[in-house]
């Protein structure tokens, strides 16, 4: 599927856990990929690690698409 201009899509698919310091360097690159005008969009995301991106405050940045069981 094409995406949208601008849109980076970012498969989770295998990323079963994250630890806080990983989640806090991800916010940094997810951060300086928007603010050069592309919109991050995390999918296939598990729930544990949607819990604490959405802590640390990442769905502010990107888009966060939880896995669906």
Known sequence: A????GLM???CS???RMDFIS???LF?????VQATGRQP???DVRPM???LLLLIGVAAVAEI???RF
Do not use: C, F
């Not at 940094?28 to 300086?32: G, K, L, R, Y």
């Open 41 to 43: 969009r995390l999918v």
């Open 23 to 25: 989640a806090g360097l």
């Open 28 to 32: 940094n690159v997810i951060t300086a």
């Open 49 to 51: 690690v949607a819990a």
């Open 9 to 11: 899509k970012v498969d």
């Open 65 to 67: 698409q939880q896995r």
């Open 14 to 16: 295998d990323l079963r």
């Open 2 to 5: 094409d995406l949208p201009q």
